[in-house]
């Protein structure tokens, strides 16, 4: 069983589209993360959320951490093929007490066609 | 500032035969992890260090993998016998310390295919 389950698991758009990617669990996290990781590469950080309610952006991406820190989201808006990549979700949970071990999600394959 | 490096980048093997790889962190950083990523999944993690002491193994398959930081700055992750349930991305990770301030640094990973 998956600590965070994100969706779609796979998405394939056109170059301008917006789209949405979601992460949920039933498990109240301290704070959750947001990569993107790159064929062939390693996962690289874009964001961390830690207050219920937050909203954070970069660009074109907008993150936001859900009231009750339990699921997040991640919209892209007016997409472009360099934001194609694999997008993992990466909760903390407060029994971690003193070690930080972010658990991920399966990821979004997102593509997106110029 | 040099990245979390990682060696061999790809290894094939066949079943029951071991493997070994190594982990250079991003100098300064007291904590190092391995992770496991499935072709399809997300990274799961095998094990935590800070410094030389091991934080966190409890997905570690320890009948068959290994892993040690000796001192408490390159790391080795070994794997014997390995399995073909065991192809995978292996991804080394290092931060400056265990707290949820200090951002995580992936390396490039190692591909093992079993055979």
């Known amino acids: 069983t998956q600590l965070l389950e994100q969706s779609p698991q796979f998405l394939s758009i056109q170059e301008g589209e917006n789209l949405t990617v979601y992460c949920n669990s039933s498990?109240?996290?301290?704070?959750l993360q947001w990569y993107r990781q790159e064929p062939g590469e390693g996962p690289v950080l874009l964001v961390t959320?830690?207050?219920?309610?937050e909203v954070k952006k970069l660009k074109r991406l907008t993150f936001q951490f859900g009231d009750a820190r339990k699921d997040s989201s991640l919209h892209i808006t007016a997409a472009q093929p360099g934001d194609t990549g694999l997008y993992l979700c990466?909760?903390?949970?407060?029994?971690?007490?003193?070690?930080?071990?972010?658990?991920f999600g399966r990821g979004t394959s997102l593509i997106v066609h110029p | 500032e040099a990245g979390v490096a990682q060696s061999p980048r790809y290894k094939i093997i066949e079943k029951r035969q071991s493997v070994a790889f190594w982990c250079n962190p991003i100098?300064?950083?007291?904590?190092l992890y391995w992770y496991q990523q499935i072709l399809g999944q997300g990274p799961k993690l095998l094990i935590q260090f800070q410094n030389n002491g091991v934080v966190d193994d409890s997905q570690l398959p320890k009948d068959r993998f290994s892993a040690e930081r000796l001192k408490g700055v390159d790391s080795t992750l070994k794997i014997q016998p390995a399995k073909l349930e065991d192809s995978a991305v292996y991804l080394c990770?290092?931060?400056?310390?265990?707290?949820?301030?200090?951002?995580?640094?992936f390396g490039e990973g190692s591909w093992l295919t079993v055979v």
């Open positions: 990466a909760g903390v949970l407060p029994s971690s007490g003193g070690s930080y071990i972010p658990t």
């Open positions: 990770a290092s931060s400056w310390g265990p707290n949820s301030g200090n951002t995580i640094y």
């Open positions: 100098s300064g950083h007291a904590t």
């Open positions: 959320v830690v207050t219920g309610g």
């Open positions: 498990s109240v996290f301290s704070s």
